[in-house]
């Protein structure tokens, strides 16, 4: 498993402070992101080296193929229920077109990735939310996946781990986005 600091200290006085970054070798013309807490340029591989975090403190966002990447013992992840996706239950305009762009940028189907997977060699059920999948947010699929993946893990008598990282519900869906598919 990678080395993640899941148990960050609460202030500098903790455990010695912060560890600093990782010093990755920059290669000329290399592209960089803007933090947008301290506004320092940061090459891209050093972001990656760090796990996207910035030097400062500042999280930047982690989509959910990258973080279960991060977590799941390397080549060990089977995606579940990944045919499952939004329809537009309200006939809310636009959101058709919104849900197929969003598909085509972010690669995924929903804003939600569940499978079964080892993290440090033990068997369990992951969900990660995707936050460039319209936020995250969640819809009729999102709670389908998840309860389905519940449901995988009772039977197969797993743990599940989850990252919710979701804007809230999806107003598109209204109250049915609460609600499991029909
Ligand atoms: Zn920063």
């Not at 989509?63 to 990944?82: P, Q, T």
């Not at 068997?123 to 995707?130: I, T």
């Not at 599940?160 to 049915?176: D, H, I, K, N, W």
Request: hydrophobic share 40%; net charge negative; proline share 5%.
């Amino acid at each position: 498993m990678a080395l993640i600091n899941f148990l960050k200290p609460k202030n500098q006085l903790e455990e010695g402070g912060r560890t600093a970054a990782p010093v990755v070798q920059q290669d000329e013309g290399e592209p960089e992101k803007k933090c947008p807490n301290c506004h320092k340029d940061i090459p891209v591989s050093r972001l990656w080296a760090n796990s996207l975090v910035c030097s400062c403190g500042y999280h930047f966002r982690v989509k959910a193929r990258y973080r279960i990447h991060m977590i799941a013992d390397k080549g060990s992840f089977e995606e579940l229920f990944g045919d499952v996706s939004s329809t537009n239950p309200l006939m809310f305009p636009g959101y058709q077109e919104k849900l197929e762009t969003v598909h085509s940028v972010s690669g995924e189907a929903e804003a939600v990735v569940c499978g079964r997977a080892k993290v440090d060699g033990t068997d369990c059920c992951l969900f990660v939310m995707d936050p460039y999948f319209m936020m995250g947010s969640m819809g009729c699929a999102v709670g389908e996946k998840i309860t389905l993946l519940f449901e995988y893990a009772a039977e197969n008598r797993l743990p599940v781990v989850g990252f919710t990282v979701s804007g809230g519900a999806r107003m598109q869906e209204g109250l049915l986005s609460l609600m499991q598919m029909a």
